[in-house]
Every structure is written in C-alpha cells, then in structure tokens.
C-alpha cells in the first residue's frame, strides 16, 4: 500500500476505536484462557453456595472498583499500612466475601492459566456472573483489562456518589465516568440486592429537617419500618435489605419501591420523586424487560471506565498485590 493510503487507514482505524476501551473484546482470551469465564463461573457458584451475600458483595465491589482508578482491580490491593483504596472510609463497608469471591476465582484461573488473566478481567465477569445468578439478565462481558498500579485511600474522595446525592450531582459523577442519566438510573436498579446499614439513612427517619424530622418523601409506612429496625444509636453494625421484598433477587422490585415512596437513600428516591427521571424509573417499574435491557447495556458501558489496556498496568498474580510488592 503507498505510505499515505497507510496514513489514511491508520487515521480512520485510530478514529474509529478511540481511546483505551474498544481495545477490549469478549474474545480476549480464546486462545490464553479460552475456559476463563467457566472457570469463574464454577467458583463463583460454589461460593455463593457457602453464602448469598456473595451475589450484592460482588457487584458493588466491582461498581467501586470502575469509579475509582478505572476498572482496573485497584480496589482489590491491600496494605499492612491500610492505605490503600479498600481502606478509605467509602469502602469500609464494602462486604469482605465479596473480595474473597475474587480472590477464590483467581486462584481457580491461576491453576489453569497461570499469569494470563488480570484481576480487573476477573471482577468484570464476577459480576455478570452474579447478576445472572440472582436471576438478572445476561451479557457478554468484553475483556482484555489490566490490573492498575495505584492504590491509594487518598485517592477515593469525591470519587463516590453519596446517599444523599440529588439527581444534579448523582448525573455528574455518573457523566465524569462516561455514563448518561440513563445508565445511572439502570445501574440505581443493583440496589434490589443487599443490605445497608442504618446510619446511612438515619437522617431521613430522625433529623430531615429542624421541624420534620421524617423525610415527607418516604411512604408513612415504609418509614415506620425503618425507624423499628433503625432505632436511634442503633448498634452500628445493624443492617437493613434495600429491597424489603425481595433483597436476594435481581428483578425490578427496585423500581415499583420507588414509585411507593420506598427508595431507601435520597439519592434512590430523588429518581422517582425529579420530573426528568421520573419517566425512567415508572418505564423500568411497569417492564422489567425494559430495565433488564438498559442494566446490561449500562454493566458493559460501567466495564469499560478508565481500562487500562495494551502494556498499561500488569497481570497480577495475586489480586491483593503489586507483582513488585
Ligand atoms: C447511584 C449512586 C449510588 C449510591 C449513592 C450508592 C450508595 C450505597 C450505599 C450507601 C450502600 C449501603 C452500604 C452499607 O451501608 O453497607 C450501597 C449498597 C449497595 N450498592 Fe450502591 N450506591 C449507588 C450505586 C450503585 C451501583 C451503580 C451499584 C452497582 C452496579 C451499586 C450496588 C450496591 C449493592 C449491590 C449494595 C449492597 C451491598 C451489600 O449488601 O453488601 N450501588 N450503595
């Protein structure tokens, strides 16, 4: 090919792939590891037979992970010195089995792959593996991260959303990470699992305002629930499900809560209460297909945050840490 015909082609190939990400591809591993979603799988299910928690665990560890330094495992490093992103106070309450989940599926990849398949890979498909487990949709996890070189609790601030986001900034935070409304009302829809502790919404029941202490946007009921399972100076360590109904189950529960004054968090139910959300959440309330669709589609947009690709990073050996370390 003449040398410009080259430069032409480089510049549209280079036009059309863009940055880091689209170097990922659900066939990264054919011919390295070409068992490596079986094999996550398998430890996958043989820890969630040990306990549920693994399923929640699992898929917020990975939301934190891609919010951080990009999906890159860095929220898997730890540190004698408890420096490191997992020791920040946004992560504190992270559920350790859903680390323990990683660690046992590497360890499984390691046996049949050594030094092939990153840490980051593994988390990615970790948590398709257990949205599908708990009765979600299924998608193709694209792959081909690699593991980070910075993990530091100093870093983590600001990079979060916070329970008591309003739709302004829960849209900001999700835009700074390459991710629309719509994305984040999906990706909201992970709060049909698990548990949170009550100091996390404690000012909604106790202390909303100077003259109403209960936050007038939770149903009277629901509120009064909260306030029997969270009385005030609670034990610290109480928890409640974020979905009362069903907190095990992957569905769109989630969405019907919040048409009923049951979102959890303000920033659950600022997506039902804002007129600009309010479409999106009644659609995905009413077609559980529909919020499927939009979680699968936001889960893989979600897995390519900040992906270290190509000779960036390294593949961890073991996914607690550096290879150097
Ligand atoms: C939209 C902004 C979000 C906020 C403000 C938020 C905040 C929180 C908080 C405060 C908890 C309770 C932690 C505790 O007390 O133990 C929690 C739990 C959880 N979050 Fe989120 N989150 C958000 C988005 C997400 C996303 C995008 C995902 C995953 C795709 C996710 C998955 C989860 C899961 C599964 C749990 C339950 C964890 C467990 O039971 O161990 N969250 N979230």
Redesign the pocket.
């Known amino acids: 090919m003449e040398w410009w015909r080259c430069l032409f082609v480089g510049i549209v190939l280079l036009m059309a792939t863009g940055s880091g990400e689209a170097q990922l591809s659900p066939n990264f591993y054919q011919s390295s590891c070409p068992n490596v979603e079986s094999i996550v799988r398998q430890a996958i299910q043989q820890k969630l037979s040990q306990t549920s928690?693994t399923v929640?665990?699992t898929?917020?560890l990975?939301?934190h992970d891609c919010f951080i330094e990009g999906c890159d495992a860095s929220i898997m490093v730890a540190s004698p010195k408890h420096d490191t992103e997992r020791d920040a106070p946004d992560n504190l309450?992270?559920?350790g089995d859903?680390f323990d989940t990683i660690e046992k599926a590497k360890e499984a990849v390691e046996a049949q792959c050594p030094g092939v398949v990153s840490c980051a890979d593994i988390l990615a498909i970790a948590a398709r593996d257990v949205v599908v487990l708990s009765g979600g949709p299924s998608f193709i996890v694209e792959l081909g991260r690699r593991d980070g070189l910075i993990s530091q609790a100093g870093r983590v601030p600001g990079k979060?959303?916070?329970?008591d986001?309003d739709l302004k900034l829960?849209a900001w935070i999700?835009g700074k990470n390459n991710l629309t409304l719509l994305d984040?009302i999906a990706?909201?829809g992970?709060?049909t699992?698990?548990?949170?502790?009550c100091?996390?919404f404690a000012k909604r029941l106790y202390s909303f305002a100077p003259s109403l202490p209960v936050d007038p946007s939770l149903n009277p009921r629901y509120a009064q629930q909260l306030m029997h399972a969270c009385p005030q100076n609670v034990d610290p360590n109480i928890?409640v499900g974020?979905d009362p109904f069903t907190p095990n189950t992957f569905d769109n529960v989630y969405f019907k809560n919040l048409v009923n004054g049951r979102g959890l968090?303000t920033?659950d139910e600022v997506l039902f209460t804002n007129p600009l959300s309010r479409p999106v959440v009644s659609n995905f309330a009413a077609n559980q297909g529909n919020f499927f669709k939009a979680f699968a589609s936001a889960?893989v947009r979600?897995g390519r945050v900040g992906v270290k690709t190509g000779n960036e990073g390294e593949i961890r050996r073991d996914c607690t840490a550096f290879n150097g370390s």
């Open positions: 928690v929640a665990a898929l917020r990975f939301f309450s992270l559920a859903g979060l959303p916070g329970p986001f829960l999700f984040m990706l909201s992970a709060h699992l698990g548990f949170s502790h100091s996390r928890v974020m968090f920033s889960m979600l």
